[in-house]
């Protein structure tokens, strides 16, 4: 496994950097090993699938996890509110650095997230393809 890091400045979007990051870096598959950091404002979508909850205060990134690819990064984030409750939720554009992310991805060798439609689900699904030859 190879790691990339980066450390995120204020104003960068979380979710859209890291789609540049695995694009930047050709990241056929991988994980968030860590994220630590704030966020000023942010948006997350519920387990609905369609919600969007828009969080209107400094938050503390207290969980970031989930799939990163070239093909589609499928992100999940737990933030601390200044009064200490916790919110989360799928990340999507919208989560905005406040001072600092310091961004751990982990690359998977040998694999590669490809997306394929799932008539079950009605969505675009992430599948994972093991590389020959590795």
Not at 98 to 112: A, H, K, M, P, Q
């Amino acid at each position: 496994m190879r790691t990339v890091c980066k450390r995120l400045h204020r104003g960068n979007d979380l979710f859209k950097s890291i789609q540049a990051l695995a694009r930047e870096q050709h990241i056929g598959a991988g994980v968030v090993l860590s994220a630590v950091g704030c966020i000023s404002k942010g948006v997350v979508r519920d387990a609905s699938g369609v919600t969007l909850r828009r969080i209107d205060e400094p938050c503390e990134i207290v969980s970031l996890n989930g799939t990163v690819s070239e093909v589609r990064c499928h992100l999940h984030i737990a933030l601390s509110k200044e009064d200490l409750s916790t919110v989360g939720g799928h990340l999507v554009e919208g989560c905005i650095v406040n001072t600092t992310c310091e961004l751990v991805l982990g690359v998977l060798d040998g694999w590669r997230i490809d997306k394929e439609f799932d008539e079950q689900t009605g969505y675009d699904e992430l599948i994972f393809r093991e590389e020959a030859n590795q």
